[in-house]
């Protein structure tokens, strides 16, 4: 690979953009940067020095990349260091907390929490492979949300300990609320330029996690009830399968709602509805497992 | 830094952090707990012993001391997580009945106990459903009456979880039959005691958040309610931890004399008449004194005296106090070390 070729990688690899328009930015770039070569060679340059030259003019490959990324998806990589970085410090202090004034340290918790907020750095970081793979990038954020509304829902401590955590751990799942409907509406790379189609779309995406979130609160408090009811027992994963089940759909769901946003809001209530409807009623089924 | 070396550097850099916390976090000792003397307290029918329990790591065990002071003697120590109090002597002096207090993760256990001196066994006589705060021997020794509660629960955000639905019942100590002797189910009731001639129990209880004194008639339902006239300091009628005199002729009680300059109460003893009523403040410690007992052929009785009532941990000591007011002694207690120190 030459020089250029190499500029521009290095480039794009501060970037989110997904594969079609990687390819597309890739020539663009490379192309720019093949005129600027030609440019100085007939000026006089040699083949070397004209490549140097074409890539000094063309500034820093890192902090072009971070450029060219804040341009097209601005606050998105920041958001993510933010809430990774965020669900880490909260694991470092919630921790700390438990074991020197509740005396009760749970370093299973700490692994879960350290595991989900390095997952949503780690794509920070890796920004070019996150935006290649938008929907891996999907699931880390929805563990990540669905992790710290669990923790929201289950601080303990004294009542200032309570509402300190329980603010702290509400601006996490907010931040990741808003990073998924961001990353969906990302994903979508609307080539439409009718601001009133993007409206709809983005409108489509927040309507189709409100069901998500919702397919959640239901499961979650299915498998509340459940254990509180009937005990721990393998059969309780059932209740968590609406949210597996919303998740793959949600899949096709994201390009469907870039296409058709308004048909899809109506097919995204079906599916979330089945979603629990399906599991709920394999448990109720099985005789003596439920009621 | 090239992204591979970012991406290495952040992994090894959360598993030390992971690593560094779990360890922390492991050598974060939990708490010793509460290490001092516990507050009830009850005089050898000879006036020779005090009992008490003492407190190590909040379990309780139950100790004795000559009643002018010295060198503890552990009468029995409970299994780890368990904890006795509240002891009672026998009007023979050769058993104390006890409670023993522990918790699962279900639930709280209060059972009455009885330690046999000669024997150095503990009997348990019943297996109550519910929660036994406190027990008082019949003066000839063949009964045992104790108070019972239904339902460890809270009932108020002040006060936290506590035994409440009280009822007073009767052991026979031969047979070991149970009998229940009101149906109150009330709020609160403590400091049961059986008058001298044997024939009427007194007891505290509240009503309308103002403390009480019931005497009751053991054979039937008759009883009357005693309220203490006085200066105290607190606007609502506070009585606590009431002892009747061995002549059955006075009673000492402990309440509200004064407030600190943080409007914190200052309980001090008194003695009431139980012909006029009138009580009258007969200690001047001006820290939190509760739980008097009185010497059963002298004029004077043992008060425990908190020195950190408004702290976080009682800081407990016994002390002899003069009927007249005039004398008093702490009772220095030299604890035996205990096995492994």
């Known amino acids: 690979m030459n020089r250029l070729k190499k ?23 490379l192309n720019h940067l093949e005129e ?11 083949e070397k020095q004209a490549e140097k030259r074409a890539i000094a003019e063309f500034g820093n490959s890192n902090s072009a990349g971070h450029q060219l990324q804040e341009a097209m998806y601005p606050y998105q990589r920041g958001l993510l260091y933010v809430m990774g970085i965020g669900t880490i410090l909260f694991g470092v202090l919630y921790f700390v907390n438990a074991a020197f004034l509740q005396h009760d340290p749970i370093p299973v918790w700490l692994a879960i929490q350290f595991f989900t907020g390095s997952l949503i750095t780690l794509a920070a970081i890796n920004i070019s492979f996150a935006g290649r793979y938008f929907y891996l990038l999907h699931l880390a954020l929805f563990a990540n949300v ?49 601001q009133q189609k993007h409206g709809l779309v983005l409108t489509s995406y927040i309507v189709n996690l409100l069901f998500g979130i919702a397919v959640v609160c239901v499961s979650l408090f299915f498998l509340w009830a459940y254990f509180f009811a009937m005990g721990r027992s393998l059969f309780a994963l059932l209740t968590v399968t609406p949210i597996l089940i919303w998740i793959i759909i949600y899949k096709f769901q994201m390009g469907y709602i870039a296409r058709k946003p308004l048909i899809s809001m109506m097919t995204g209530f079906g599916f979330s509805v089945l979603s629990i409807a399906v599991p709920l009623s394999v448990l109720i089924l099985i005789p003596g497992r439920w009621l | 830094m090239s992204l591979k070396m970012k991406n290495i550097s952040f992994i090894i850099g959360m598993l030390l952090l992971f690593f560094v916390l779990w360890g922390t976090g492991s050598l974060a000792e939990a708490p010793e707990g509460f290490t001092g003397f516990g507050q009830e307290t009850d005089i050898s029918p000879d006036d020779s012993e005090l009992v008490f329990s003492y407190f190590h790591g909040d379990d309780s065990a139950l100790y004795t001391v000559p009643v002018d002071g010295g060198k503890a003697e552990l009468v029995k120590k409970p299994a780890e997580g368990k904890s006795y109090s509240n002891p009672t002597f ?84 031969t047979s070991g039959e149970t009998e229940q002797l009101t149906d109150k189910k009330a709020y609160t009731m403590s400091s049961l005691e059986v008058t001298s001639d044997g024939k009427q129990l007194m007891y505290r209880t509240s009503q309308k958040s ?132």
């Open chain 2, 210 to 341: 103002a403390d009480q004194l019931v005497v009751r008639s053991i054979d039937s339902n008759h009883g009357k309610t005693i309220v203490p006239e006085g200066d105290f300091a607190s606007d609502s009628r506070i009585i606590s931890s009431p002892a009747l005199s061995p002549d059955g002729k006075q009673m000492a009680f402990t309440s509200v004399a004064t407030k600190d300059e943080n409007g914190t109460f200052i309980y001090e003893a008194f003695k009431m008449d139980m012909e006029t009523k009138q009580a009258k403040q007969m200690t001047s410690f001006y820290e939190h004194v509760t739980n008097p007992v009185f010497f059963h052929n002298q004029d004077k009785l043992i008060v425990t005296v908190d020195n950190n009532f408004a702290g976080g941990e009682p800081d407990n000591s016994y002390w002899q106090v003069s009927m007249d007011s005039e004398e008093r002694h702490r009772v220095s207690i030299e604890m035996p070390k205990e096995k492994g120190q």
């Open chain 1, 36 to 46: 600027a070569k030609q440019h100085y060679m007939d000026e006089g340059l040699t």
């Open chain 1, 146 to 194: 669905i992790w710290n509304g669990i923790n929201l829902l289950t601080i303990q401590g004294s009542q200032w300990q309570i509402i300190i955590f329980g603010i702290y751990a509400l601006l996490l799942v907010g931040m990741g609320i808003v990073a998924i409907i961001r990353n969906s509406y990302f994903s979508s790379n609307l080539i439409d330029n009718k």
């Open chain 2, 90 to 173: 026998s009007p023979d002096g050769d058993q104390i009945a006890f409670i023993e207090k522990w918790k699962t993760d279900e639930r709280r256990y209060y059972q009455l106990r009885i330690f046999n001196r000669k024997r150095q066994t503990i009997e348990q006589r019943i297996n109550a459903d519910g929660y036994v705060t406190e027990a008082a021997f019949s003066p000839n020794g063949q009964s045992l009456y104790f108070l019972k509660a239904d339902v460890f629960k809270s009932y108020s955000s002040i006060t936290g979880a506590r035994p409440h639905e009280f009822d007073i019942f009767r052991m026979d100590l």
């Open chain 1, 7 to 29: 500029h521009v990688q290095k480039m794009l690899e501060q970037t989110q953009s997904a594969n079609g328009e990687r390819e597309e930015l890739w020539e663009e770039l």
